[in-house]
């Protein structure tokens, strides 16, 4: 017996929930072919966030100025987006050498939830107004609601909150209107409709929201400046693999250089490429002083 369909639409009934129509009987399909309607429906993510570029752009923007300042990136959710928002974060320290305290993973229902199942976290919004109240948040400050329908209680709470305190907050949902976009200054939303399972927004929500999520921080962290040319001049070389690139990069910049140390320094700590660093050596301040402005203007971002 079939099991009876779920609802399409309706005004209270988000995007993310409804079921989809490419998708009724999957225990019909073969294995060929209910992989084939899952990547084909995984397919339209990256269009559905594309239409979202300008929002995106606003937001790296607004997140670059602030942190420029001396402010924070705080990335918050409940379940999957929860999970996204905190991994996001803790790749920031890594990646791009960004103290942990800068840019900050907030999860409903704490650390315990990144591993075990804590559904009722995100309907908690006692604990987000606590959350939020122990940041001690300022006008330097971003914080980016991640949620896909846009109605997690957790979620709208904490960004609300911390619009109060001043913060620039910024909302990323898969439903357009939902509640989150018109609580936030900022609002992304790709809307990438049914998923294959009812519900299930683990599937192309997760997907579009990793995807914003890694673009936006991207996008901040060349801006500030944690990029030379292609490469993570910032790395943690906390292992092997991460010596040998540090080690890769650096030899790269040497080469380019034409294996002046100083010329391979420069533009290194100063971002700029071989020609503009022998410029500065030759007509700027002396070496001492552009390897300390360059350390300043890195620490400072």
Known sequence: MNPQPLPKAGPDLPGTERAS????????????DLLELINGQDASVATAVRRELPAVGDAVDAVVERLRQGGRLILLGAGTSGRLAVMEAAEARPTFGMPATTVVGLMAGGPSAMTGSREGAEDDVEAALEDIQR????????????????????????????????????????????????????AIHPTVGPEVIAGSTRLKAGTAQKLVLNMLTTAVMIRLGRIHGNLMIDVQATNAKLRDRARRIVEEALAESGWSARVAIVMLGRHVDASEARRLIAHGPPFSELVGAARAESDHG
């Open 135 to 186: 940041l001690g948040l300022t006008g330097r400050d971003t914080v980016v609601g991640v949620s896909a329908s846009g109605r997690t209680p957790f979620v709208i709470a904490a960004v609300r909150a911390a619009h109060d305190q001043g913060a620039l907050t910024i909302g990323l949902c898969c439903d357009d209107p939902a509640p989150l976009s018109e609580a936030v200054d900022i």
């Open 21 to 32: 129509d490419a998708a009724t009987d999957l225990p019909a399909l073969s294995t060929r």
